[in-house]
Antibody, heavy 123, light 110 residues
Framework: QVQLVQSGAEVKKPGASVKVSCKTS????????IHWVRQAPGQGLEWMGV????????TYSQMFKGRVTMTRDTSTSTFYMELRSLKSDDVGTYYC????????????????WGQGTLVTVSS | QSVLTQPPSASGTPGQTVTISCSGS????????VYWYQHLPGRAPQLLIY???QRPSGVPDRFSGAKSGTSASLAISGLRAEDEADYYC???????????FGGGTKLTVL
């Protein structure tokens, strides 16, 4: 079965970086795009970006452009999202999510989700 | 402030039909597929509707999606207490060159 397992909670200081991992299994790694979505406390879902596992092309939200990098490791079927220059506003739960269909492309058609990774930013 | 506008709250009584709107523009809803998600506290979001009006397997037919012009809607019929959750629309946006979620609607079952 399709599984997305994310790394554990992180506590970072302002200005630091965080790198969240998303290990996938149960499907052909190269066929489905992976998106990253954030939810700040008490706020709505926020789309951060998407990575194409076949070639690693990425598209980032303008809200995060310049601070975020999404990568993948084909040898371990793992995706990574690194967010730099952390601010207090970056506190929240970060999700990776897999496209539902291999035809979805960059669409936010997300059927499978990781369990979420809580990132806390505090001095 | 999202480019996809949803009412912040909606409510209904058990058995009723509730409709949640998602208003966008020609660069998103008007020209792209719309997706709907249910999000319960402490859980990952669940895809309810894809490609404007298609239900993934396992999603009850009480949930239905529609789109007209630059607006989309999610209807929930036969409302149940377990439907109390946050609901989000999402779509790609040509101007933003990415995807976007609506601000979310908190559904209360009275």
């Amino acid at each position: 079965q399709v599984q997305l397992v994310q790394s554990g909670a992180e506590v970072k200081k302002p200005g630091a970086s965080v790198k969240v991992s998303c290990k996938t299994s149960g499907y052909i790694f190269s066929k489905y795009y992976i998106h990253w979505v954030r939810q700040a406390p008490g706020q709505g879902l926020e789309w951060m970006g998407v990575i194409n596992p076949d070639g690693a092309g990425t598209t980032y939200s303008q809200m995060f452009k310049g601070r975020v990098t999404m990568t993948r490791d084909t040898s371990t079927s793992t995706f990574y999202m690194e967010l730099r220059s952390l601010k207090s506003d970056d506190v929240g739960t970060y999700y990776c999510a897999r496209a539902a269909r291999d035809s979805a492309g960059y669409d936010p058609d997300l059927a499978y989700w990781g369990q979420g990774t809580l990132v806390t930013v505090s001095s | 402030q999202s480019v996809l506008t949803q009412p912040p709250s909606a409510s209904g009584t058990p058995g009723q039909t509730v409709t949640i709107s998602c208003s966008g523009s020609t660069s998103n809803v008007g020209s792209k597929y719309v997706y709907w998600y249910q999000h319960l506290p402490g859980r990952a979001p669940q895809l309810l509707i894809y490609n404007n009006n298609q239900r993934p397997s396992g999603v009850p037919d009480r949930f239905s999606g529609a789109k007209s012009g630059t607006s989309a809607s999610l209807a929930i019929s036969g409302l149940r207490a377990e439907d109390e959750a946050d609901y989000y629309c999402a779509a790609r946006d040509d101007i933003l060159s990415g995807s976007v979620f609506g601000g979310g609607t908190k559904l209360t079952v009275l």
